[in-house]
Every structure is written in structure tokens, then in C-alpha cells.
């Protein structure tokens, strides 16, 4: 269980986490989920979900292994409609060579469409392709919201007893290169073979984020009647949490090895305000501190992605250049703690206001720049944002 303020990472480090592992990962809202029997989902359909994912996962690792030769058939295909092949009728003894003269004529023809095919000089021709047809659009009426194993049933069931319909579909060759690919690429992946490597992966390493987790806990007294949304979610997540069978429409999934992570911010509960069934589950406690001056100054310069490599990026597209000195960003840092401290505490999320207000009068006018050398440094950033943070007031609307 991460305990710690909004915008500290606590999704992000089990994101990442997921992701160096090559896990499944599903974030899901605790606070979203029922108690069985009541309207709303079950956190049964947490691992539904999560096995769908999986799915998914494992389907575009598999398509990429095949996308070459789904690629070569999707070719060949389109070639048979640009140039279609010669009649193989019997012909009498006389016709015989004509007609091998006519094989190897078309052959040729075929090589030369191949290759101007491969060089993109075929782009602005149009094809007629068979598409599969959609033959039960109107399942889903028969599945409302909270009856996530009826829907999934009946999707499978009525959609197995129709036979597969196809329809004509006129279509650029790119595209019709795209969509016959895609069709390839499902004909040679084994799904029994993806349904098995999906389940392996929920089974063994997958990853349930359970975020929100003390809009669950029973904080304060004097309830009335059942609750709802609260303890009776907390029951219901207790033998999911410690393992159970859970069915799905791949099969069943034991949840004894799924890794669950939750999160909260505790301001207004505590841990001890869960169930001690559930506290007893998530043995594992950790606290995020608030994020300091430093960690700012970090996050603005060493992610791949950081927000300041963004915003010159953005603006490179209209030939601006932006640059910002060391100390522009030490003080978008050490403004950014203080507003955290006066205001409500976001973490990491205020610098994305921080910056939209610092940057506001150059995103307006950069239309009418032209090509033009942008200098941020400290004294800019304190004249812009100061007058803002010391007003208590305005420094509000800085989010």
C-alpha cells in the first residue's frame, strides 16, 4: 500500500514497474466499485479487465512477429485484384503454347505492378476489397452497465451462430495494403496459443493498481443502513486480494500470484480505517514524502519527456526557439514548492500550471513571431509569477 500526497508518482512508479517487468497492468478507481447484488460494477471485472488487457498484450507482440509475411500475403492478395489471373481452363492442343506465352506475359506485367506497388507509385489508385461485416451490432442492447458477464456471453454465443458476413469496401491501395495486412496477420496468429501466454501472464505477474483507496476506508461514525461503496467493497476485495478463481470468457483466472498495489492520500482516514481483514492483505507499506525543491528542479530537466523539452519542442514547430537558463528553472522550482505549501499540496501537476501561466503571453503571440530566439531566465520567471503567488487570492487560480 503507497501512502502519500497527489502527484507524488505513486501510478507512475507502478506503471513503470509493469512495464520493466513486461506485465499486465490495469489502474482502477476503488472508489467506483459496489458490493454484489447493488448497481455498479463488481471488482470481479477488475480482473476481466485486466485479462483483456493481457490480450491485447500478447496479440500485438504476435502480430509483430508475423507482420512481414502478413505483409507478403496481403500483397499477393492485392496484386490478384489490380491484376487479376489469367483463366486456367483447359484449352485444346493448339491454344497450349499461346496460352503459356499469355502465363508468362501476365507474370511480367505482375512483377512490374510489385515492385511499382512496393515504390508507393500505386498510392493514388483506388481497389474494391472484401471487409468483414459486422453481423450483430445490436448485441450490446441486450447488455447493460453492471452485467459485465451477461454482455460478454451473449456477444460470443449469438455472435458464433451468424455466419461471417463480408462486404465490398472501396478503398485507396495504401489502405487496402493496411486492412488486408491486418486480416493476414489474424489468419496466422494462433489465439488458442494468445489466450494461453495472456493467462500466464495475468496468473503470474500481473499488476492491479487500486487507486483511491481510502475513499474506501469507513472513516468517522453514525452510519446508517448498509454501506455500499465502502466496507461492502472491502469485503468483496478480500478473497480477490488473497486468491481466488475469478471466471472469465477466456477461462477461469486464479488471482493467488496477480501483484495488487493500492494508493491513497490518508487526509481525511488512515490505514487503520480499513477493515482489519483488508489491512492484514496489504502487509507492505510505504510513505511518499511531498515533493521538495530539488525533486522540481529533477523533473523539469532529466525525463526524457520532461515538461521544458516539451514546451521547446512546441514551439520549435512555428520556428520559435525557447531557451531557459539554470536559474529559470530553480525558480519555477522553488515557486512550485511554495505554492504547494500555501495552496492545496498536487505535487508534480503544479508545474504544468506553473508553466502554462509563465508561457501564456509567448503561446498567444507566437503566430505573429516569425522566426524569433526566446531567453527565459530567473528575474522573467519571478517578475511574471510573483506578483500572482503573493496574493493569496490570485494564487488560486494558478490550480
Known amino acids: ?43 470481479d471485472s477488475i480482473i476481466r479487465d485486466l485479462m483483456d488487457i493481457a490480450i491485447q498484450m500478447v496479440r500485438e507482440e504476435k502480430t509483430h512477429t508475423v507482420e512481414r509475411k502478413a505483409r507478403e500475403n496481403a500483397i499477393e492478395i492485392l496484386l490478384d485484384i489490380l491484376l487479376p489471373p489469367v483463366s486456367s481452363r483447359s484449352k485444346p492442343v493448339g491454344e497450349m503454347q499461346e496460352t503459356d506465352e499469355l502465363e508468362l506475359r501476365h507474370q511480367r506485367t505482375r512483377e512490374k505492378l510489385r515492385a511499382q506497388l512496393i515504390k508507393g507509385q500505386l498510392d493514388d489508385r483506388t481497389v474494391e476489397i472484401d471487409v468483414p461485416k459486422d453481423s450483430s451490432p445490436m448485441l450490446q442492447i441486450f447488455s447493460p452497465m453492471g452485467i459485465e458477464e451477461m454482455g460478454m456471453n451473449l456477444q ?6 451468424m455466419p461471417k458476413k463480408v462486404k465490398k469496401r472501396k478503398t485507396t491501395v495504401p489502405q487496402a495494403l493496411e486492412i488486408l495486412t491486418q486480416q493476414e496477420a489474424q489468419k496466422l496468429i494462433d489465439m488458442e496459443e494468445v489466450v494461453r501466454e495472456a493467462t500466464r501472464r495475468v496468473e503470474d505477474s500481473g499488476i492491479v493498481f487500486l487507486d483511491e483507496i481510502d475513499k474506501i476506508a469507513g472513516g468517522g461514525g453514525g452510519k446508517h443502513g448498509p454501506d455500499v461503496s465502502r466496507e461492502g467493497v472491502q469485503r468483496d476485495l478480500l478473497p480477490v486480494v488473497e486468491g481466488t478463481a475469478v471466471a472469465t470468457k477466456y477461462g477461469v483466472i486464479k488471482t493467488d500470484h496477480i501483484l495488487f498495489i493500492a494508493s491513497g492520500a490518508f487526509h481525511v482516514s488512515k490505514p487503520s480505517d480499513l477493515i482489519p481483514e483488508l489491512q492484514g492483505r496489504f502487509p507492505i507499506r ?13 523533473i523539469l530537466t532529466e525525463p526524457e519527456n520532461a515538461l521544458i523539452k516539451q514546451y521547446v519542442a512546441l514551439l520549435e514547430t512555428e520556428e520559435v526557439s525557447l531557451t531557459f537558463t539554470k536559474d529559470a528553472i530553480e525558480e519555477i522550482a522553488r515557486i512550485a514548492t511554495l505554492v504547494n505549501t500555501k495552496a492545496e499540496n498536487i505535487g508534480a501537476r503544479r508545474l504544468h500550471t506553473i508553466m502554462s501561466t509563465l508561457l501564456e503571453d509567448i503561446l498567444y503571440n507566437v503566430p505573429e513571431m516569425g522566426k524569433k530566439k526566446i531567453h527565459i531566465n530567473g528575474k522573467m520567471v519571478k517578475d511574471k509569477l510573483e506578483v500572482i503567488v503573493q496574493d493569496e487570492d490570485l494564487s488560486k487560480y494558478i490550480l
Not at 512508479?13 to 482502477?28: D, E, P, Y
Not at 460470443?156 to 451462430?161: A, H, K, L, T
Not at 510505504?286 to 529533477?298: G, Y
Open 1 to 43: 500500500i503507497l501512502i502519500g500526497p497527489t502527484g507524488v508518482g505513486k501510478t507512475e512508479i507502478s506503471r513503470r514497474l509493469a512495464r520493466l517487468a513486461n506485465a499486465a497492468f490495469i489502474k482502477v478507481e476503488a472508489s467506483k466499485f459496489t458490493e454484489v447484488g447493488y448497481v455498479g460494477r463488481d471488482v
Open 156 to 161: 460470443d454465443i449469438f455472435g458464433g451462430m
Open 286 to 298: 510505504v510513505e511518499l514524502n511531498s515533493l521538495t525543491e530539488k525533486d522540481f528542479i529533477r
